[in-house]
């Protein structure tokens, strides 16, 4: 980790320095440098404005420009995706980009823009992500994945303006998408009213490119890229192409843009774990010797685990432009993506209290206690059960279709868009996880902690077996399998009027209307587990013993641990031989897969009316105050169909005979939901301005949790119970009250300082209450479905310091820094009833921290850029969070410890057609560790690969 003192004073200069005034000179160059940028990507040409009449903010912005000299890229979002100046090229340029499109937008955003065609500044969106300041993700599976704004997930995705989603979800996978599509990333902590509903927290919005964003004739950009992941010691190809086209002809600019790209991700992580502790309770349980305190505290099992696979991903998007003349643009775009991929993860469970089988649990002796005199440091087991190792075979495969029709008009007095889009995802998946048992029953001994381990962690020691010969091996022993599918569809149709006035106290007044309809098919099944099978391995040809490969890099403990299991195939290959010899038995095995449970699927849809009607005004008290204040009405409507499963008895010839009897239900919801925002710019000097917002947001939950199935038990007639979803769930609201101080300076400077609170109502949550349900109209049923119960508050501030030191003279103006941190100051509350009361208004909160949020998140990044060649080397830090909280049980509190993260890269233009680049990334080989209240308790001891790839990219 770098030195803290080292990384306080390089801040503490570059925060003296940039107090400087930036010279004459500095600024013509960076002006030289912006327009021979435009001027290569751009054919000469500046973005495509259209005439109208300038509002009071942008003539302000504009002065500013004039009076200082720059050359500034004109980036802002005015109907759905970022226009202008959208393509870049280097590092300078790119901070330039998504400091301007910041300083243009109505909201507090956060902005990042591609320092090239087809290059992000890091090789998937949530990884770029993760340099903003409020931006929290988890990484898994060899990448950057699920992304948190300010502590809070949920976050809706778009793409140009409209929402996108994975299959069942209101949002989608962020890595599932190329980062090369993208152009640039939007993270909106407000909204304003014209922007779509449906997120607590935020709105990530992503800009894919359009054939007239280039210049004028032909563009074609190609990409190729080798990623090397230690772990699993292979090369990851990716692929990637662009070829656009426009020209003006007789009716006007015409445009066509073909952008796709392949991409191959193997991966190979690994894990050492404890279960929790607990007090055996088990009497069958043997301890050595017998005087033994029963009371001790101790894992019920430890083991291995190795998330392990590949997944092989295809994008391509097609967009077609006319614009007949300044006035009008009409855009028809589609995409396609293609994902398939295996996760065959191995995992190798040991018990200690129990028995996999119907055999004896195994002898417990040797046991050293921990200082406290209960918490068990080590011991040895001798086991009774030949147990032994399992592995996955996951198969997954989904696609996303979607397409769009828009057409555009501006002139003087007016602003008119609108357009139709439609997506579909489409995910179907199957299960199938076995496991394999040793020849003999194994003794090891077992160290919870090792303390010579760096990470600590568990360390198991097998004494009386060889884990790597394949003659220790003797059966598959057992199985299970699902498989499953979700099918969404989504029609969305939205119109949008910006009028311009004469007045001087409101620029524009800007008005809309959004239709949007989403239909579901959902199908599960499962079967298993099927046990005690005894097949032996010798008896299958296609099975194939191979090594559960090593990784544990750096640890002592692991060294040794590595075991033998079928690949990743083998399950498959010999599953029709194992079924022939089973279905016998079980005859339900003569279908390769097992059937869909009515009652786990539903189908239906949902949808949403939506207008808006907002203002955006200009006014002065002792400072120039512009923003926009309006208000989004939007009526959601709910009519999912789904399984009511009925048990009970009935008479038949006079004896109770237990029936089960499945039937639909299909209830509707509706909800109306008004959502105001005021924002606020006040201009202290041209380049010191305060944004204030107060926006009110709604969030829907997940469809699994409306979904409408319910399982009614009436076998006890004078207490029926049942559970299942709530149809009439309502939404998560947020109250949001924020603020942002922000100051530009110098061509490429931005120092800005947040603070927000965000209140929370109805967080979902699991409760029993009684409901009198038709087939029990006298006795009323204890029903137990999600409701929105609990409450939060997020409060925090953020920093941010971005430039290039331009002012510096020599080599030093080459440098620049971005520095950014981050403190969330979270807690959540859930009612506790009273014994005499069911309403919420009578209820006990008990308040406790929001979980899995990291407290301090910084971000440390460097920059070189000098002829051609561009140098970032990006530092993340998240600390410690809490993944679960048990005021009863000391070892149910679990923590995750600080998270860290070193990536660098090196890009070289050899021309101006001409990439070469070198990237690394998680360079110091940093995992996870997580502990069960105290590091004397490890939980998962979680190891990553280092990442290096070499790429090249061409354009021309």
Known sequence: MPSIRGLASGVAVAAIIIAFPVDDAAAQQEKDATEKAQKVLTGGKSSQSRPRKRTKREERLAKDAAKSRESQPQLSNDNGRLEGDIIVMGLRENVKSARNAKRRASQIVDVVVAQDIGKLPDKNIPEALARIPGIQIERNRGEGGDVKIRGLGGVMTTVNGSPTFSAGDRTTYLNDISSDMVAGIEVYKTRTPDQVEGSQTGVINLTLRRPTDFKEGATYAFSVRGDYADQIKKVNPYFSALVAYNADTAIGRLGFSVNGSINDVRYN???????????????????????????????????????????????????????????????????YRKQRMLWADNQFDIPLTYSTTSAPLPVLSNIVLGSDGRLVKSLSATSLDPMGPGRQSFQHESTNYNGRFQVDFKNERFEFNSWINWARAENDSNHLFHWIRFNQQPDYDVIFNDTTDPLGGSNVTFKNINLLDPKNYLYIDGFDQSKQFTYSSEIEAKWDLKLYTDSSLIDYFKT???????????????????????????????????????????????????????????????????????????????NRYPDYNPLDGFGGSDGSYAAYVMAHYNIKLLFPIDGVVGARFVNSLTNLTAIQRTSQFVNVNNQLVEQTVDSTISPKANFLDVMPSVNAIIHFTPKLQLRTAWTYEVGRPSVYQINPRLTLDLRNRSGPTAGGGNPRLGPITTNKYDASLEWYFGPTGLASIAIWQWNQDGLIGDRQLPEILPESPNVPVLVTRPYNLGRGRHRGIEGNLTTFFSFLPGILKSFGVQVNGTMNLTRQAYPVFKPDSTLISEAEFIYGPYLNVSKYMYNLVGFFEKDGLNVRVAYNWQSRRQWWVDANDPYNNVFLDPVRRLDASINYDVNKNLTLALEGSNLTADGNRSYFGSYAAPQDVRYFSRNFSFSVRTRF
């Open 269 to 335: 992580e690994s894990v050492r774990w404890n279960s929790r502790p607990h007090i055996p309770g088990d009497s069958r349980l043997t301890f050595l010797p017998s005087t033994t305190p029963r009371n001790i505290y101790m894992p019920w099992a430890i083991g291995f685990s190795g998330p392990n696979g590949w997944s092989k991903r295809a994008d391509v998007n097609v967009s077609t432009q006319w614009r007949p003349d300044d006035r009008w643009a009409i855009t028809l775009e589609g995409g």
């Open 512 to 590: 809309g209307f959004r239709y949007a309809n989403r239909t579901y098919s959902r199908g599960y099944g499962f079967r298993g587990a099927y046990a005690n099978l005894r097949i032996p391995i010798s008896s299958l040809p296609n099975y194939k013993l191979v090594s559960s490969s090593k990784g544990f890099q750096g640890s002592k403990s692991a060294s040794n641990a590595e075991w033998l299991i079928g690949d990743s195939d083998s399950i498959r290959n010999s599953f029709d031989d194992i079924r022939a010899r089973l279905v016998g038995i079980y005859p339900e095995l003569a």
